[in-house]
């Protein structure tokens, strides 16, 4: 799996992500699991929650976008958290994305909880290439 980091001095109220892929599944894995880290300590949650999720995007940094947004949205309409997935990606414009995501309900009882995010902003989204690789940028408002 890739890597993620948190960007400090990118928005104060918000959260700002960096994330590193090897290619583009990896990277929507990557920034997936970075979500899920925001809201819970997921390290030990039992992956008992089973979706497939299909979205398409008219530009990459779009895609990664409302790959977000549809996990934010589970979490706060089924109080799931997702901190497994398989991603496909591909096209060349729009791009169609195919995922299963393993994950289970949010349990403050089993789990120490994180921030609540709320959305993803368009501030600073970008997705692009880097060392032979892919880097997206995102702001998650909390």
């Known amino acids: 799996m890739g890597q993620w980091r948190l960007l400090e001095d990118i928005a104060l109220a918000d959260c700002a992500l960096e994330v590193d892929g090897r290619d583009l599944p990896d990277l929507f894995e990557t920034a997936a699991a970075a979500l899920a880290r925001i809201m819970v300590d997921a390290t030990a949650l039992p992956l ?40 496909d990606v591909e096209g060349g414009g729009p791009f169609r994305l195919r995922a299963r995501v393993w994950g289970c309900p949010i349990d403050p009882d089993r789990s120490a909880l994180g921030a609540d995010p709320k959305a993803v902003t368009f501030h ?14 995102l702001v998650i408002d909390v």
């Open 124 to 137: 600073r989204l970008s997705v692009e290439t880097h060392d032979g690789g892919w880097r997206a940028r």
């Open 48 to 87: 008992t929650v089973d979706r497939a999720i299909a979205l398409e995007g008219e530009t990459l940094d779009l895609l990664l976008y409302d790959w977000i947004s549809e996990l934010i949205f589970l979490k706060d309409r089924d109080r799931e958290v997702f901190p497994r997935s398989e991603v």
